[in-house]
């Protein structure tokens, strides 16, 4: 192998102790797991990379696959160099950028998805370029599979604890080799790293990730993030993620950085994306109410969607809903058994008595976030949202309206009652609200949660927020102190929100989430929460699980069950055997039960996603655990099971090098992927600027 005269010695000893040896299995038995399309070992044209067989798992030949529906397109929007550009601006003043395409392909079975992404770089410049993209994910994705590919070259990438595969990573780019690293900055925010490529070269990226579907009210919901959302970070906290103007990277002051197009800037990078929708039963409704698509219907149970124009900018989240027969699913479990043991999701939906059932009176508490990134459109859509809600309350229920920014204020010292004066006073009261400042979210759940509890009522309290912060974790801690006996449903506002955040509030905050967004109206999603909230939830829950042997069950307390929305329990067993499952609580002062029955001689195979979707299941009750405590005995725990299960966490990464050659020239250029900010979402109230101009690469 031409090395270029390079000192291979420090990469060579970190690949080697890396691979340990082994032709399929890293070191520490952890599997490279099975699906990445290709073929392992020599032979097939692979080659011989860093002196041995145990380098050739980093390198696997290109092959044809029926089913491969990522192929070049010559003819594909996109394919040229990436540019940016001012609207109506002359040609010489396009900026180039290396990401030039995403491709995403989605397949739904029952109510667990499997999704591969890939992101396609190409160097446009005259010089080597080390490519930096801060990118979403949905927060409950199980990502356990990434590969590279260079050419006529696949090469597999393996998890590492993440010091570790950072080290591999800046080791092979100082000696010249093409490098990629995947790491997590939050459960819904990764950092992918491709360093070395060359001018004009064409570098893939694919990783695969599965997740659990959303269901709510008859209706199953997969949402894919296409940007993140610039955050805010409080003073003095540096572990955040900056928002900053392209080309002005490393003035925030946070651990990780997002670049963004500048207003009247439109970047080149697209998206295609398609989802494979396999029901098991009858779709009576679908719906796509972010983005034009086709729809292909080849049987009741199932439906082909694609986005219709396959250069869609990613601004804002890609959500596909649909209802099947019946006003609910039934009830059930999905498993799958390998030589790791039994593994099982379930799905649990209310009994129908709950609907018969009168609510106690409420105590409502709604909590706006009206910082500077809700200007315009996110708080008008807050704003209506509790307008309607209001008018949904009853004479027995009482009611506090809360806003943040730099601070929080509210409409009185407690909750008053839900008078016809007190609430044309609150409608007077939200007309007044504006948006300006930061996002001091702390301040909102110490003014929402703090004040004395009526025993009489059920407390919900509501956050209308779009998420962008920095300090998620400071915020889980602070409602796990201060919850009590309220119930958060957190509703996300705007076209790209904090998922993790919202999803993270809810969970802890024993309620449930919602998203508001132009596209889809406010009032459907507030309605949905009122029908939901209108009748009592079952509350106490216990589970017999008569007579399956179960253990690591996740979550482990039971959260109460509400109308409308599914409980969903991850976990092990052992045996086989058909079992009646009883779940039982109460709802007021009735008690209640729901019974389901499971096969689990039915578990060989049937739905592999499950093992990873019960670890990262695992994983997130660890962090949830951990909220601002950084406890070291619990961070080795999710590493361990990361690695165990070859998983994404923050203390794990995935990292692949292309070891057949090294590449030409001394150096190469850092160049961050700029992204647009979300659709509905200021430039100027959310990204940072340097004083001066930074210098750029140029084509």
């Given at each position: 192998?031409?090395?270029g005269g ?5 990469v ?5 102790a890396?691979?340990?040896g082994?032709?399929?299995?890293g070191s ?22 860093l ?5 050739e798992?980093w ?11 990522v192929?070049?397109?010559e003819?594909?929007p ?8 001012r609207?109506?601006?002359a040609e ?21 998805a499997r ?30 599979e ?30 010249g080799?093409?490098a ?6 939050r ?19 694919e ?49 990780t950085?997002v ?27 679908l ?48 498993t ?15 009994p ?25 459109q996110p708080?008008?859509?807050a ?32 909750p ?84 993790y ?11 449930a ?21 209108a009748?009592p ?25 509400f ?22 609580g ?25 093992p ?45 090098v292309?070891?057949s050659?090294?590449t ?15 659709e ?7 990204v ?12």
């Open positions: 192998m031409n090395t390079r000192n291979l010695g420090a060579s000893m970190l690949l080697a890396a691979l340990g082994c032709s399929f299995y520490g038995g952890y599997p490279m797991h099975a699906g990445a399309r290709g073929e392992y070992g020599p032979g097939g044209g692979a080659g011989t990379a002196g041995g067989a145990a380098d798992l390198v696997i030949a290109r092959a044809t696959f029926p089913d491969e529906s192929e070049p397109d003819e594909r996109g394919t040229g160099a990436l540019m940016a550009r609207e109506g601006a010489g003043d396009e900026v180039p950028m290396p990401l030039r395409h995403t491709e995403v392909d989605a397949a739904i079975s029952g109510y667990v999704v591969s992404v890939v992101q396609q770089y190409q160097n446009p410049f005259d010089e080597k370029i080390e490519a930096v993209y801060v990118f979403p994910l949905p927060s409950n994705s199980a990502v356990n990434f590969v590279m590919t260079v050419g006529e070259r696949k090469i597999r990438g393996i998890i590492r604890e993440r010091e570790e595969a950072e080290r591999i990573y800046e080791e092979a780019r100082a000696q080799y093409v990629s690293l995947l790491t997590q900055e459960p819904n925010v990764f950092t992918q790293k491709v360093a070395n490529i060359e001018p004009g070269q064409a570098i893939d990226v990783l695969l990730y599965y997740q659990t579907l959303e269901y709510a009210d008859g209706w199953l919901e997969w949402a894919f993030p296409m940007v993140v959302g610039p955050r805010f970070n409080p003073p003095g906290f540096d572990g955040g993620i900056g928002a900053v103007g392209r080309g002005d990277q490393g003035i925030s002051g946070q651990a950085e670049s963004y197009l500048r207003p009247g800037e439109r970047s080149g990078h697209d998206i295609g994306l398609t989802v494979a929708v396999d029901a098991g039963v009858a779709i009576e409704e719906e796509v109410p972010t983005h034009a698509v086709s729809v292909e219907r080849p049987e009741r149970a199932r439906a082909l969607v694609k986005l219709a124009d396959r250069a869609v900018i990613p601004n804002k989240d890609f959500v596909l809903r649909y209802r099947v027969a019946g006003t609910q699913i039934k009830s059930g479990l999905l799958h058994r390998d030589e790791r043991g039994g593994f099982f999701t379930l799905m649990a939906y209310p129908a008595a709950l609907a018969d059932l009168p609510r106690q009176p409420m105590e409502m508490v709604f909590v706006l976030d009206c910082s500077g990134s809700m200007y315009g708080l008008e859509l704003k209506d949202a509790v307008r309607y809600a209001l008018g949904r309350l009853g004479p027995d229920d009482t009611f506090q309206i809360i806003t943040f920014s730099d601070d929080a204020s509210s409409f009185g010292d407690e008053v009652p839900a008078t016809r004066r007190n609430l044309e006073r609150a409608l007077d009261y939200l007309d007044d609200i504006d948006s300006e400042g930061g996002t001091m979210m702390d301040a909102g759940i110490r003014a929402a949660l703090d004040f004395p509890h009526d025993p009489r009522r059920f407390r919900i309290v509501s956050f209308l927020t779009d998420g962008y912060i920095g300090n998620e974790l400071e915020i889980f801690a602070s409602i796990r102190e201060r919850l009590g006996p309220a119930r958060i449903f957190s509703f996300g506002v705007g076209s790209s929100v904090n998922r955040l919202m999803e993270g509030m809810a969970r802890i905050g024993r309620g989430v919602a998203y508001v967004n132009a596209d889809d109206g406010s009032q459907r999603a507030v309605a949905a929460f009122f029908d939901r909230i009748h939830a079952m509350t106490d829950v216990e589970i017999d699980w008569g007579g399956m042997e179960v253990h690591d069950v996740y979550p482990s307390r039971v959260p109460d069950l109308v409308g929305r599914a409980l969903v329990l991850t976990g092990r067993f052992e045996g086989g055997g058909r079992h009646t499952v009883r779940l039982s109460r709802a007021g002062d009735r008690a209640v039960s729901l019974e389901l029955d499971v096969d689990l001689d039915a578990a060989e195979a049937a739905y592999p996603g499950i990873f979707v019960w670890a990262r299941k695992q994983i997130e009750v660890l962090e949830d655990r951990d909220a601002g405590e950084n406890s070291p005995a619990i961070a080795a725990q999710i590493k361990d099971l990361a690695l165990e299960y070859g998983l994404m966490s923050a203390y794990t990464a995935f990292v692949a292309d070891a050659r090294v030409e020239g001394d150096h190469g250029t850092v160049v961050p992927v700029a992204v647009p900010v979300p509905g979402v200021r430039y100027e109230t959310t940072q600027e340097a004083a001066e101009p930074s210098t750029r690469p140029r084509p």
